[in-house]
């Protein structure tokens, strides 16, 4: 059952599947690595308390997140702000990425991808072609 999320004018559920490759599609990710990964996105909420990382995984050269994102933010300046910390904080805290990446700090690919996660298309569409007409109860609307 989705769960909506509530702000001051608005409730959402905007969650996204997002997904990018290392530079050159290096396989970066051990056991170590993406621990690392792991442990410092899971502090994420302490600075962006309303993005809210649901489910992070990697497999050797890319990243998968499961993120919900308010309306009032986009998911290009989510994905841009999120490589750009985790890169820096990879390349603190493992100096051979830098060896791996020829002296920069970049360890990100330029592209990504990003799908919406949710109720499907079938059930938006008879939603709003139902509108007006007799309602049999109550939406299970449930808000965080």
């Not at 909506?4 to 051990?30: A, E, G, Q």
């Not at 920069?104 to 592209?111: D, E, Q, Y």
Request: net charge positive; charged share 20%.
């Amino acid at each position: 059952m989705p769960v909506y999320r509530r702000m001051s004018h608005c409730v959402f559920l905007c969650d996204f599947h997002l997904v990018w490759p290392t530079k050159y599609r290096r396989k970066i990710f051990n056991e170590g690595v993406q621990g690392y990964l792991k442990e410092f996105l899971a502090s994420w909420p302490e600075h962006h308390p309303d993005i809210i990382l649901k489910t992070v995984n990697t497999d050797q050269d890319h990243i998968h997140l499961l993120v919900s994102i308010p309306p009032t933010r986009s998911v290009g300046m989510v994905v841009g702000t999120l490589k750009s910390v985790t890169a820096a904080a990879l390349n603190d805290n493992f100096p051979h990425l830098r060896k791996t990446y020829w002296g920069t700090r970049s360890i990100w690919s330029a592209g990504y991808f990003a799908s919406t996660v949710g109720i499907n298309e079938e059930v938006i569409r008879r939603y709003i072609e139902n509108q007006g007409k007799d309602d049999a109860g109550h939406t299970n609307l449930r808000l965080v």
